[in-house]
């Protein structure tokens, strides 16, 4: 790790004071903004994520609104996933592309009502490419980023905490879908959802000035549940298998390649942009995929460059995701790997700083 | 400072092993690149900036390239300043502004050819808005994210340096013009420009093989001149008033509040996107404006968020950078100012977290 120098550009979201105060010890940059990635260590915090109940502060998921008659047509246009059926009250995981179906973001659409959307966004400017497209097209919409901050309660106590402050009724919300809350005489929107695999809510938080209120009544509602301030877990959303925007995937990406066709209806996602340039690999398949991959040997390095996956002396792939999981014994790391040797049980070497280790293409993410 | 965790989304630079080597010690993060800003201390950087010569890794200035018969359009679509009269050869600074008037990034536009251009960015994903615009326009044009990396030479003594491993001819390179020049038999656009005040050049380096090579013939070259690696310095460019997007304005500003205004033609910039917005603050001016401020007392800490500008009880303004300036013997900094409140001379008091200090809204920058 190196140091990060602080600046305004860097943004400090409303929850900001709570992590500074639970000793919050890196951070990484995501859309412009702080996003805690350590807080007692990221061993400690994962063991913790599995047992407990952790408050994260993922503001940097922020939210591009779409609103007004042309929003549902607008957010159809973004994405090959077909939305005619989505009613509002449903979270959808969309894979956003451009004309030549290359991954522009891969966020989480809220369906609001039918003329209202927030788009919940990975690490890019999505809010340019929706605004340009928007205003080429002269659509009725009126598209920018709101004061909605998202505050993720994750882990296996998180119905438990989410019931003491919002009441029993937080329970009955299914798997991505939201209801609205009261805090304090103040809506909010929560979402069974986040990015993590041991379950849990996104409460998108409007308004800046309750952020620290809500943050607190959370902490204090859940002394006794061993409540701490956590962030996305780097082990566990490896193991997991949640990619990562701009770690696993680029627009040099279609959301085939990222294993991500089951969020595609490209025959039917009639008006999507990036739909003539993805019929034909939605047919076919990609030539390359995600993969989880197994790594041998001692704790690999911090991953922060792609690392050569190789077949002999040939290049077959790469890894973009990497680390030492606890509970598998192994490295568990995230790939891309060509068709002729992503079968599982393919066995291959990976260039690591810490030198060439032995490499097995998996079956499944550890979970 | 704080601890920054690395990954591949913090994306390296063809750089990063000469800025290792180098002994960086802090980093930011820009265009989702990492961008170093200390070596050996942001004072004894910004002493040596001032004296001799040093080499930035800029590479997170990227480029969004424009190609195309209606390349030459579409740059006019996204600024209010007349490009009409701008030929190959030539950069402009031009503000980008939305359909509002509100800024999306203020980059330097590179005019290769009439059908062929390198936008030079500052912190945001410009290349999303560009081309939702141009598909949205339908025009016939391609848009890029090109493997180019701008390397600095700023300084002193950058003309003598750059003499030494380009030839003489880089003398000739009038401010704000570019010329090509060989290097190992590659060809590489050279513009006399950068974020400082001390002089210098920016080379736009095609092709990621061939970074390492120039850095350690510049190093190599530069030795009796004192050449060291360097980067933005955080004081030396508010003393020069140098503006920083995410810092000093977003989206939220016209380019008149910037003082960017002499940038803007507004009236003759048919096809402008947000000419419609500008043309009557253009004619009437802004109601707050970026100034030049200078801060009493001891050296003031990092400033990671806005500071309110107070008159008696009021906040008529906000400060976004500022820095201790070894050389003026005073805090530096650049702030946002009501007009009621932004005359020369016109005393003020800043909330800072090292607590309330005199303010004085100075007439130009230090320089």
């Known amino acids: 790790m190196v140091q990060l120098s602080l600046s305004r550009r860097l943004r400090r979201t409303p929850f900001s004071d709570g992590v500074d105060a639970a000793g919050v010890k890196a951070y990484t940059v995501y859309n412009h903004m702080l996003l805690p ?12 994520l599995k047992q407990a109940v952790q408050i994260w502060d993922v503001s940097c998921e922020r939210q591009v609104e779409l609103r007004g008659p042309d929003a549902s047509r607008l957010m159809q246009l973004l994405t090959p996933r ?10 959808f995981y969309v894979p956003i592309v451009d004309e030549t179906g290359g991954m522009l973001n891969d ?21 340019y490419w929706v605004k340009g497209i928007a205003y080429g097209y002269r659509l009725d919409v009126l598209v920018d980023e709101p004061d909605v901050s998202p505050l993720a309660v994750q882990g296996p106590r998180s119905d438990d905490l989410m019931a003491r402050v919002f ?27 986040g990015y993590s695999k041991q379950g849990g809510f996104e409460i998108y938080v409007e308004g800046s000035d309750i952020g620290m209120p809500l943050w607190n009544a ?37 959301p085939h390649e990222c294993g991500l066709g089951k969020f595609c209806n490209t025959q039917t996602a009639i008006g999507c942009i990036g739909r003539d340039a993805l019929l034909r690999v939605a047919k076919e398949g990609p030539v390359k995929q995600i993969r989880p991959i197994a790594i041998g040997g001692d704790p690999v390095p911090p991953c922060d460059r792609h690392w050569p996956l190789l077949a002999g002396d040939k290049q077959v792939g790469r ?6 999981s606890p509970d ?7 790939g891309m790997v060509r068709m002729t040797h992503w079968d599982s049980g393919t066995e291959l070497m990976v260039q690591t700083p810490a030198g060439t280790r032995p490499a097995t293409v998996m079956e499944t993410f550890w979970n």
């Open 167 to 193: 009441g029993d009724r937080v329970r009955d919300i299914r798997f991505f879908r939201f209801d609205e809350f009261d805090f304090q005489g103040r809506k909010m929107v929560i979402a069974r959802s």
């Open 218 to 254: 959370l902490m204090e509602a859940g002394r006794d549940l061993d409540v701490h301030a956590g962030c996305p877990n780097l082990i566990e959303r490896i193991e997991g298998g949640l990619l990562s925007y701009g770690n696993d995937m680029t627009d040099d990406n279609t």
């Open 82 to 91: 077909d939305l005619r059926r989505m009613n509002p009250g449903q979270c």
């Open 328 to 334: 598998f014994n192994t490295n568990v790391a995230i």
């Open 107 to 127: 966020p989480v659409a809220v369906k609001l009502a039918e003329d209202r959307w927030w788009i919940s966004i990975a690490d890019s400017d999505l809010l």
């Open 319 to 324: 890894v973009s995701s990497a680390a030492w």
């Open 37 to 48: 990635t350590v807080f007692r260590s990221v061993q400690e915090d994962y063991h913790h």
